[in-house]
């Protein structure tokens, strides 16, 4: 009786591609196809809003198993220079329509800011963004950009980081500011990692462009942790060759602490290896 390949007829698995679909924009994932994609390559792709150009980031790749294949849209084709052609169309438009909302805001005193329109590549429909304190009525400027633009028109509602992603700027560091260069997806910032790096809670050193925590402070956040496992916290009592005291400090980067010592209240910087034992609180 002949083996039987148990791989044999089975269908090769479907490859996904993401794709951005602006600079430093989030990933979106779709399928390949049977499509040879190059990063950086310009695609044509049908994102929620309508067809959209977007560029390939990651390279056709076979998907974790936990991804829904069946929810993917394939991308429809490589870019074409008609497809560019309407691209710098959309441009133009998207630029009368920002003129047109920001006079129309201004006119009905509407208290919003509009970040950008973002039309999709048939010029069938056009989206604003724009940031508010509060929940804004805004069906009649609707109403009025539709009927002036003769396109449907969306209005959302974003946030201050997504405002500052959106129009950029250079940072206090001096580069341009990471959400606008490279940060594709927002994550949390909180206090406590400004707190665990020994930082000045001073909200104005540690807020951003956006009036938010700054992203940066995730990024050596992590090690910071891991360092400080190995000291022993601030206030602990500990034995050490320099002398026995209390930890009043902590130098996590050079992995030292600062002891008072309890027999002449001086103060001294001690490594682990200095460290003895910990004494009882």
């Known amino acids: 009786m002949a083996d039987i390949d148990p791989f044999e007829g089975s269908q090769p698995t479907a490859k996904i591609v993401a794709v951005s679909l602006q600079q430093a924009g989030h990933l979106y994932n779709f399928l390949a196809g049977d499509r040879t994609l190059r990063r950086g390559e310009r695609v044509l792709v049908e994102s929620e809003n309508g067809a959209r150009l977007g560029t390939v980031e990651i390279e056709p790749h076979e ?4 991804i829904d294949l069946s929810a ?13 052609h309407a691209e710098r169309e959309t441009l133009s438009r998207e630029a009368h329509a920002r003129r047109l909302c920001v006079e129309r805001v201004r006119e009905s005193r509407t208290q919003m ?10 010029g069938r429909k056009v989206v604003f963004y724009f940031v508010a304190e509060g929940r804004i009525d805004f069906r009649d400027l609707v109403r009025d950009l539709a009927n002036t633009l003769r396109v449907r028109v969306e209005m959302k509602q974003i946030g201050a980081r997504d405002e500052t992603k959106v129009t950029g700027g250079i940072g206090p560091c ?21 707190r665990e790096q020994g930082l000045a809670l001073n909200p104005s050193r540690l807020a951003g462009m956006c009036g938010r925590l700054k992203c940066c402070l995730r990024y050596e956040y992590a090690s910071y ?22 930890v009043v400090r902590q130098n996590t980067l050079k992995q030292t602490v600062l002891v008072q010592r ?11 290896e200095d460290l003895v034992a910990s004494r009882p609180q």
Request: proline fraction near 4%; hydrophobic fraction near 40%; aromatic fraction near 4%.
């Open 72 to 84: 993917l849209r394939p991308v429809i084709r490589i870019a074409s220079e008609t497809d560019f």
């Open 262 to 272: 309890e027999e002449d209240g001086g103060v001294v910087e001690v490594t682990l």
């Open 113 to 122: 800011k509009l970040v950008s329109a973002d039309y999709t590549l048939d």
């Open 63 to 66: 998907p974790a198993q936990t």
């Open 225 to 246: 942790v891991e360092l400080k496992r190995a000291l022993p916290n601030v206030g602990k009592r500990v034995q050490c060759v320099k002398g026995d005291g209390r």
């Open 174 to 194: 001096g580069r341009e500011l990471c959400c606008s260069s490279w940060l594709r997806d927002f994550e949390a910032v909180t206090v406590k990692m400004a």
